[in-house]
Nanobody, 125 residues
Framework: QVQLVESGGGWVQSGGSLSVSCAASTRTFSTYAMGWIRQAPGKEREFVASISRRGGTTYYGDSVKGRFTISRDHAKNQVFLQMNSLNFEDTAVYYC??????????????????WGQGTQVTVSS
C-alpha cells in the first residue's frame, strides 16, 4: 500500500506556470504507475497525466497536451506535474494517484487504486 501527499498548489495568473509535487510513502515506488487527476467545481474527475513505473512512458489528457509535463524521481519517491500556459479552465483540485495491480499505465480515473488528498490550483482569468 502507498500513501500519497500532494504539495505545491496555489494561485497563479492566466498564462503563468505552476508545479505540483506528490510524495509517495512506500518502499516499492518503482512498482507503481503514477498519475495526476483533477476535479473542477461541479465537474467530474478528469484524467490529466500518467507516467509508467520506470518513467519511460507518459500520457496526457487532450486538454493539457503540450502544456503540462509529468515526471518522477525514484531517489526521492516523488512525482511532479509542471504546468505551463495555465488558463482559467485549469482551476481544480489536483490529485496524485497510483496503481500497481495491473501492468498498464492508467489513462482513466477508474484505473487508479490509491489517491492523495489533493491540492488546490487556482488560475485567475
Amino acid at each position: 500500500q502507498v500513501q500519497l501527499v500532494e504539495s505545491g498548489g496555489g494561485w497563479v495568473q492566466s498564462g503563468g506556470s505552476l508545479s505540483v509535487s506528490c510524495a509517495a510513502s512506500t518502499r516499492t515506488f518503482s512498482t507503481y504507475a503514477m498519475g495526476w487527476i483533477r476535479q473542477a467545481p461541479g465537474k467530474e474527475r478528469e484524467f490529466v497525466a500518467s507516467i509508467s513505473r520506470r518513467g519511460g512512458t507518459t500520457y496526457y489528457g487532450d486538454s493539457v497536451k503540450g502544456r503540462f509535463t509529468i515526471s518522477r524521481d525514484h531517489a526521492k519517491n516523488q512525482v511532479f506535474l509542471q504546468m505551463n500556459s495555465l488558463n482559467f479552465e485549469d482551476t481544480a483540485v489536483y490529485y496524485c494517484a497510483a496503481q500497481n495491480t495491473v501492468a498498464l499505465v492508467p489513462r482513466r480515473v477508474s484505473e487508479y487504486d490509491y489517491w492523495g488528498q489533493g491540492t488546490q490550483v487556482t488560475v485567475s482569468s
